[in-house]
């Protein structure tokens, strides 16, 4: 082929897609057969797309391109027509105009077809794989379109190369503005084609694709397009088959899909359950993966079959296991899942237990192992929502050494482990007797006294209620009363003028115990501030204040009370 001919053949490409551009711009007017323009208009984006990067082409002789910009430039020609007579509503009849459309529509079809089988056939090279630019941000909706819509040609019929390129220019724009991904979902056949990359031998692709899905996922609006397209089979396949990375994508992915409890079946159905669980099982994967893949699993216990499954195929012991791991993701992913699938089960809960998931859970929490607050703020209330159902588990926690664990938290903690040591605490007081007295030896009043004083208004309460339960046992109210301190705090918090107290109730509560024995009844007589209990009584603020007053108001002590309230 000669020079001329050269000249030529590049001018036929781009007079076709100058004529393409042309269309698309005035199609953009058209308020009339909106449907069978927007399939125009796909199909017009995709040829353009496919012909710019033909301009670049530099692989030799090729007419059947050649005839083919000039079939699309025919076309184009009648295509702009029918955009001006649409324009002007200057058509002579509805039924006319739309089987124009039609054929219009079945050329460019067959046009895309026809240059997706040139570039099969191999004789363009991928030195054209970044001819169209990136948009700015900002750019307007057109302008995305025609990019996305650029990328999906290459997508379709470049080489290796230029599917991977676009894939990750394609991912590259997802992440950096969201709003390409409704572009994507609008633009014809790009999820389908994302999920069939999904399928894909090369890893490159497999692994871009999942990444651009695992985006698309996260817009609530758009899963449901996605599990329309069929994406969750081979999203398990690719955990099952794929990558380390690739696994990871599709884990985040069907974290995601999950969270609408309708898709959880699905997974099921394609054997994701028993892939994630090996996944988890494997003892060789890392938190990147295992903790989106205990994820999903968290996401399909609450479908009562798939639990049971779960627990049938020893989830349970394989997720106690993974609680010891050194990976802060694997433990707190791990530990939510244990939560997760005992949560309202005693069945469950109890082997929780039986095979050793509090002491599990009381390991993280050993003051002289090294883990982060965030685990352990974890671990913590994992121990609560799961150890306080029943004696037999507060028992476990009670031979563990979990008292000890829990004053160390108490008093050394950070705040945010330190108040959910007091909650703890605070339940655990009100289960029996002998945790009171553990409590009381293991020295938690004097750390409650101090949380009388506190700002939030709720730790003052539970601390002053604990105390007041702890104070019922007569060794840990005899060794209260032998602070001096204590009943003073106690009496000054009761002031009617007192803003900053804890709940009056529980204060006067304690007191009430404490007049149980000759010692306490005396400290509250000689103190400064027992005035307060007459103050309180006297406004009748208070019934509780009242019936503390004659308590005190014995024969023993009604002189030493007049004397003192009297003065």
């Given at each position: 082929m000669g020079d001329e001919?050269?000249?030529?053949?590049?001018?036929?490409?781009?007079?076709?897609?100058?004529?393409?551009?042309?269309?698309?711009?005035?199609?953009?007017?058209?308020?009339?057969?909106?449907?069978?323009?927007?399939?125009?208009?796909?199909?017009?984006?995709?040829?353009?797309?496919?012909?710019?990067?033909?301009?670049?082409?530099?692989?030799?002789?090729?007419?059947?391109?050649?005839?083919?910009?000039?079939?699309?430039?025919?076309?184009?020609?009648?295509?702009?027509?029918?955009?001006?007579?649409?324009?002007?509503?200057?058509?002579?009849?509805?039924?006319?105009?739309?089987?124009?459309?039609?054929?219009?529509?079945?050329?460019?079809?067959?046009?895309a077809k026809k240059l997706s089988e040139i570039y099969k056939?191999?004789?363009?090279?991928?030195?054209?794989?970044?001819?169209?630019?990136?948009?700015?941000?900002?750019?307007?909706?057109?302008d995305m379109r025609f990019y996305v819509r650029d990328l999906t040609t290459r997508m379709k019929v470049g080489d290796l190369g230029m599917k991977r390129q676009a894939l990750k220019n394609l991912l590259e724009v997802v992440v950096e503005d969201e709003k390409y991904v409704k572009v994507i979902v609008d633009v014809g056949d790009v999820v389908h084609l994302l999920v069939g990359f999904l399928g894909s031998n090369e890893v490159e692709i497999q692994e871009e694709s999942a990444k651009v899905v695992s985006v698309v996922a996260g817009f609530d609006s758009y899963k449901g397009v996605l599990v329309c397209a069929g994406v969750i089979a081979p999203l398990v396949k690719v955990l099952d088959c794929g990558s380390v990375l690739g696994k990871i994508a599709a884990a985040r992915c069907l974290v995601k899909l999950t969270e609408n409890s309708d898709n959880a079946w699905c997974v099921s159905a394609h054997g994701g359950v028993s892939v994630l669980l090996k996944i988890c099982g494997g003892g060789d994967c890392g938190g990147d993966l295992v903790g989106p893949a205990c994820g999903v699993l968290r996401n399909l216990v609450g479908v009562e079959e798939i639990?049971?499954?779960?627990?049938?195929?020893?989830?349970?012991?394989?997720?106690?296991?993974?609680?010891?791991?050194?990976?802060?993701?694997?433990?707190?992913?791990?530990?939510?899942?244990?939560?997760?699938?005992?949560?309202?089960?005693?069945?469950v809960r109890q082997m929780v237990i039986k095979e050793g998931g509090i002491r599990a859970l009381l390991r993280v929490l050993d003051p002289k192992w090294s883990y982060s607050c965030k685990t352990r703020e974890v671990t913590m209330r994992a121990v609560e929502d799961l150890c306080f159902c029943s004696p037999s588990s507060v028992g476990v926690l009670m031979n563990c050494g979990f008292v000890d664990q829990l004053i160390y938290y108490v008093r050394n903690g950070e705040v945010s482990i330190q108040e959910l040591a007091l909650k703890v605490a605070f339940r655990l007081c009100g289960t029996s007797?002998?945790?009171?007295?553990?409590?009381?030896?293991?020295?938690?009043?004097?750390?409650?006294?101090?949380?009388?004083?506190?700002?939030?208004?709720?730790?003052?309460?539970?601390?002053?209620?604990?105390?007041?339960?702890?104070?019922?046992?007569?060794?840990?109210?005899?060794?209260?009363?032998?602070?001096?301190?204590?009943?003073?705090?106690?009496?000054?918090?009761?002031?009617?003028?007192?803003?900053?107290?804890?709940?009056?109730?529980?204060?006067?509560?304690?007191?009430?115990?404490?007049?149980?024995?000759?010692?306490?009844?005396?400290?509250?007589?000689?103190?400064?501030y027992a005035k307060n209990i007459e103050k309180l009584a006297d406004a009748e603020v208070s019934s509780d204040a009242k019936r503390l007053v004659k308590k005190l108001s014995t024969n023993r002590f009604r002189s030493m009370l007049s004397g003192i309230w009297h003065s």
């Open positions: 001919e050269v000249f030529a053949g590049a001018s036929g490409l781009r007079r076709a897609v100058e004529l393409i551009f042309s269309v698309l711009s005035l199609s953009h007017s058209i308020r009339v057969f909106a449907g069978k323009w927007q399939l125009i208009r796909a199909k017009l984006e995709e040829l353009h797309g496919g012909l710019i990067a033909a301009e670049n082409f530099d692989s030799g002789d090729s007419p059947s391109l050649s005839r083919l910009a000039e079939a699309v430039a025919v076309t184009s020609t009648e295509c702009r027509d029918l955009c001006r007579r649409c324009v002007d509503v200057s058509y002579s009849g509805k039924l006319l105009m739309q089987s124009d459309l039609d054929v219009a529509f079945a050329k460019l079809d067959a046009h056939t191999g004789i363009l090279t991928n030195g054209f794989a970044l001819v169209v630019s990136k948009p700015n941000l900002g750019a307007s909706k057109e639990k049971r499954f779960m627990v049938d195929e020893g989830a349970v012991v394989t997720f106690i296991r993974l609680v010891r791991s050194k990976e802060e993701a694997i433990q707190v992913n791990s530990i939510g899942f244990i939560l997760s699938i005992a949560s309202g089960d005693e069945l007797e002998e945790a009171k007295k553990a409590m009381g030896d293991a020295g938690f009043m004097p750390e409650f006294v101090k949380f009388l004083n506190a700002k939030s208004f709720e730790v003052r309460e539970m601390a002053a209620e604990a105390l007041s339960g702890m104070v019922i046992v007569p060794r840990n109210r005899k060794r209260f009363v032998q602070d001096d301190h204590n009943i003073a705090l106690l009496l000054q918090l009761l002031d009617p003028e007192e803003g900053n107290s804890g709940n009056k109730k529980f204060l006067i509560s304690i007191l009430m115990s404490l007049t149980s024995c000759t010692s306490g009844r005396k400290k509250i007589v000689s103190s400064g």
